[in-house]
């Protein structure tokens, strides 16, 4: 038997009763496990099949390439985390976001650990800091901007020059990429309400060209209309 940490990115109803979960473990990176009966009506544990719950997950070894079936497993850590709209709101699309940028992940335990601070983060209500987090992501995946005296970002290079290189990255949007990439406490930058939405279309921009294969979460226009 295999004990491992994850937090829960997805979970797709196989069957009548089972469960495929994809997760974020300490140990593993990114794994995929299968759970029998999850489903079935006497089984309290899927009220713990939540995105981005912390899980601690026994494994019964495999055999060839089949995925690791789950024997039991049993919530880490009791976030609150779905009663309020719109930290719900947040936590579906990072999930989201994560199941899709974290495929092919190794073992990261600053990743890991980037996760847990953000939910931290989240259940004191900084609302905004689903912004902040998809930049601490580009910074520990070692593909953040790099710094230079210049005004704008271009996003397709990765730096900062005197001219606009796109639409989005204009004087102010650039100037707080800047501001946060520079902050030594990157959850205390501020981010105006009227910024959010450009700045995250921005941060969708730089994702394209800077993580292979991205394509826009399911759930962009949700956490758009939310934050409104």
């Given amino acids: 038997m295999i004990s491992q940490n994850g937090f829960l990115l997805s979970f797709i109803k196989y069957g009548e009763n089972d469960a495929v979960l994809h997760c974020f473990t300490e140990e593993d990176g990114f794994q995929t496990y299968f ?7 006497r089984n309290k544990k899927k009220a713990l099949l ?9 494994i ?9 079936l789950v024997s039991k497993f049993e919530l880490v850590k009791n976030h609150d985390m779905y009663a309020d709209i719109r930290t719900n709101t947040v936590i579906f699309f990072i999930s989201d976001f ?18 847990d601070q953000f939910i931290d983060e989240l259940m004191a209500k900084n609302y905004q800091c ?5 930049i601490t992501i580009l910074k520990i995946q070692g593909v953040a901007p790099l710094m230079h005296d210049g005004p704008y970002l271009d996003p397709e290079t990765g730096t900062f020059s005197e001219v606009p290189a796109h639409q989005l990255f204009t004087n102010e949007i650039s100037g707080l990429w800047k501001k946060i990439l520079c902050s030594e406490n990157l959850y205390a930058t501020k981010i105006h309400s009227s910024q959010r939405k450009d700045f ?6 730089y994702y394209h060209y800077h993580i292979t294969d991205f394509k826009m979460p399911a759930s962009l226009e949700v956490i758009q209309q939310i934050f409104e």
């Fill in 35 to 41: 759970v029998k009966g999850i489903y079935s009506k």
């Fill in 50 to 58: 939540q995105p981005l719950n912390m899980l601690n997950f026994t």
């Fill in 60 to 68: 019964n070894p495999t055999k060839g390439n089949g995925i690791p």
């Fill in 98 to 115: 994560l199941n899709q940028v974290l495929r092919h992940e190794n073992k990261n335990p600053g990743l890991f650990f980037s996760i």
């Fill in 130 to 134: 689903h912004l902040l987090f998809l």
């Fill in 200 to 205: 995250l279309d921005s941060i969708l921009v």
